[in-house]
């Protein structure tokens, strides 16, 4: 199981880290929402879980929801700025389809 993240990525996530003090890492993960099913979640983790799992990516350690494990195994985290606008991108092995505005994600029910 991996989930990776760009350089990009890994930087803003250091600056959220060194902000916050105190946080165990970032938590990634997804929750159901919008038109497609799933939506992508970042924040700060507070602390690890016995149901978690934790990667390492050069320093930063992403904590992850054993059960949305299969949703996104496989994931590229990116952090892309345009204009104006700076948000994590996603890239899901998993996703088989996204709605029209990019903020949701569905996934084959059989995997």
């Not at 105190?22 to 016995?50: H, K, P, W």
């Not at 195994?73 to 700025?81: A, H, K, S, V």
Request: hydrophobic residues 40%.
């Amino acid at each position: 199981m991996t989930i990776q993240l760009t350089t990009a990525a890994r930087d803003r996530m250091r600056d959220f880290l060194a902000r916050s003090g105190a946080a165990a890492g970032v938590r990634f993960g997804i929750r159901r929402t919008g038109c497609s099913g799933f939506g992508y979640t970042v924040d700060l983790a507070e602390s690890v879980g016995e149901n978690d799992h934790v990667f390492d990516d050069d320093g930063v350690r992403l904590v992850v929801d054993a059960k949305w494990l299969p949703f996104i195994d496989g994931t590229e985290i990116d952090y892309q700025r345009q204009g104006l606008n700076a948000n994590f991108v996603f890239r899901n092995p998993n996703a088989t389809g996204e709605c029209g505005c990019g903020e949701s994600f569905t996934v084959d029910p059989a995997a």
